[in-house]
């Protein structure tokens, strides 16, 4: 996703402006039905499995199926409508809108999971289905392993370790790979 950001801004000169932004929203549709492809990798990788696993975890895999599939239809539809019908239209106002929902959820789920007390929380809570299926759809990154909480001092330098290794290969993709294009 990062590639196809970087060469849509390349391809438009490295101007930022209206139609960038426009064709930088392609990547909400790109998230979604790269989610569904590995819900229904999902699937297919626990085919073995199901006569062995418990009921819980089998209907999470098909509900998580069932979202990914509405979520690709639905963005799809609307992303598809919001070039056809342009920029002033209710469907780009109805897209801009639901991305921004989902984006937005999900970054208050990370955070939220990344504070401690409001792990603890959600812990404690976990015997209510809902939390129990917001925290396995939003599935934490747990790079410790499950169960295994790092102080928010030692995720702070984690986070600011790769954010320096992703500008480092971002400033470097764009600078000498994408805009070398038009030179030749």
């Not at 590639?3 to 930022?16: D, E």
């Not at 929902?101 to 970054?107: E, R, S």
């Not at 984690?158 to 805009?179: C, G, H, M, P, R």
Request: hydrophobic share 50%; aromatic share 18%; charged share 10%.
């Amino acid at each position: 996703m990062c590639m196809q950001g970087l060469t849509i801004i390349a391809f438009n000169n490295g101007n930022f402006d209206t139609n960038t932004v426009l064709e930088l929203l392609s990547l909400g549709p790109t998230y979604i039905i790269m989610e569904f492809i590995e819900s229904v990798l999902d699937i297919l990788m626990m085919y073995g499995a199901y006569s062995t696993s418990r009921g819980s975890a089998i209907t999470r895999v098909i509900w998580r199926f069932c979202w990914f599939t509405a979520a690709s239809l639905v963005i799809c539809y609307l992303y598809i409508k919001a070039l056809q019908d342009g920029v002033q239209s209710a469907p780009f106002k109805i897209y801009v809108v639901v991305i921004s929902a989902y984006a937005g959820f999900q970054l208050i789920i990370s955070l939220l999971m990344s504070i401690p007390c409001c792990r603890g929380f959600t812990n404690a809570c976990y015997s209510w289905s809902f939390v129990r299926l917001a925290k396995w759809m939003h599935q934490e990154h747990n790079y410790v392993g499950r169960g295994l909480n790092e102080r928010p001092l030692d995720y702070i330098k984690y986070v600011a370790f790769w954010l320096v290794i992703f500008a480092a290969k971002f400033s470097f993709t764009y600078f000498l790979q994408e805009s070398l294009v038009y030179l030749f």
